[in-house]
């Protein structure tokens, strides 16, 4: 054997040996994350599905309505967590459903269709290791999700018979002047109407009314008074010529602040009533810690990261008065469970519709981070200020 040929065979053997170790490098990969799929990624989907589904059943049975646990499916409230009916409960605690408010519901989408799609989109992530190993489905059997809502979508009409009367001719005005009408027949006709649909693309105002009614919680003047001790409202408090509160005026948009605060009031009002009247302090020191926790407790603890108040910024005197706020994004935990934008949108929007009144929903909105924005560049607060107004 020559030495060129001997050197050849050499080069020869040490690439086939590098392919060999290479090759067995990716099975080891391979191996890995098959073993991880089985060991933790499918069981943990497997109970998640269990999880949504046992959910699903129990909030039916709770709001006596599987509409209202297809709404709360469809937008993301379900996640499969464990928590999913104890968190449901605790946000709508102070809400009833509305009468028939989900007997013209009908779901853009079914359980079994968003089903389906949570299926194709977990074992798509496991398509490189299915090539190599026959694994098992992630999913449940047929007979978990049967019977789940499969309402079909389109219009909900009525027809009924409606009789107009029969009109005698009349004579109009004096005889001279006047003239005859003319009468019409006794007539029957079909009347067919088409009901309006709610979708869980509604807001949840559509569906839940607070439990606690409504009250006169007193004139401005005295409203006013109770919110002084908070927030800065003294600022805007108006007097007479005796000191006495006569009204509230702040420009901007701590007016709206302020508006939200008073309809957090009204909300609470029934719990400090005593024959007819309204212990107005009380309402006053409970809708101050309530507009906290629905607002910055809520983007705090739940939604943004380093979520803080800006200092006095150009555009913090344009707003007169209001706080703006900053972070660093979204957290981990929400990027989670509302991966896409969209989920964002939709997440953020049910959050404000499940709030009382629209200046709350306004105050919200004007809460939010000046600095977050999604994938296309669209501000976050600059779009929820859209939506509120």
Request: net charge negative.
């Amino acid at each position: 054997m020559s030495a060129f040929r001997g050197i050849l065979m050499g080069y020869g053997t040490a690439a086939i040996k590098d392919k060999e170790a290479k090759d067995n490098a990716k099975m080891e990969i391979v191996k890995a994350a098959g073993i991880d799929y089985h060991t933790n990624q499918l069981p943990a989907h497997k109970k998640r599905e269990t999880n949504r589904a046992l959910a699903y059943n129990q909030l039916s049975s709770i709001f006596e309505s599987e509409q209202a646990a297809d709404y709360f499916d469809a937008n993301g409230f379900i996640t499969g967590d464990g928590k999913d009916v104890e968190r449901i409960r605790k946000m709508v605690e102070n809400k009833n459903i509305k009468e028939n408010a989900f007997k013209d519901y009908i779901p853009t989408a079914n359980y079994g269709d968003r089903y389906n799609q949570r299926q194709t989109d977990f074992e798509s992530r496991f398509d490189g290791v299915k090539k190599t190993f026959t694994m098992q489905a992630g999913g449940l059997g047929p007979s978990t999700i049967d019977g789940l809502l499969t309402k079909p979508e389109g219009d909900i009409t009525t027809t009924e018979q409606v009789t107009t009367p029969a009109v005698e001719p009349q004579d109009m005005g004096p005889p001279e002047k006047g003239f005859m009408t003319e009468g019409t027949p006794e007539r029957t006709e079909e009347v067919t109407t088409t009901l309006p649909r709610s979708t869980s693309d509604s807001p949840m105002s559509e569906f839940f009314v607070s439990k606690i009614g409504s009250f006169n919680i007193g004139d401005e003047s005295k409203i006013a008074s109770a919110a002084s001790s908070y927030r800065g409202f003294d600022q805007g408090i108006q007097r007479d010529a005796n000191n006495a509160v006569v009204g509230f005026s702040m420009d901007g948009n701590k007016n709206i602040e302020y508006n939200a605060f008073k309809a957090v009031m009204n909300q609470v009002s029934g719990k400090y009533e005593t024959d007819g009247k309204v212990s107005l302090s009380l309402a006053a020191e409970e809708a101050n810690t309530v507009l906290y926790n629905q607002t910055q407790g809520t983007l705090q603890d739940k939604i943004v990261t380093d979520y803080k108040a800006q200092g006095i910024t150009e555009q913090s005197k344009q707003d007169k008065g209001t706080n703006t706020f900053t972070s660093s994004g979204f957290k981990d935990s929400f990027n989670l469970q509302f991966p896409s934008d969209q989920n964002k949108i939709d997440a953020l929007k049910n959050h404000m519709d499940s709030l009382g009144t629209k200046s709350e929903a306004q105050y919200f909105a004007r809460s939010f981070p000046v600095d977050i924005t999604f994938v296309d560049g669209t501000n976050v607060k600059e779009l929820l200020l859209q939506i509120t107004r």
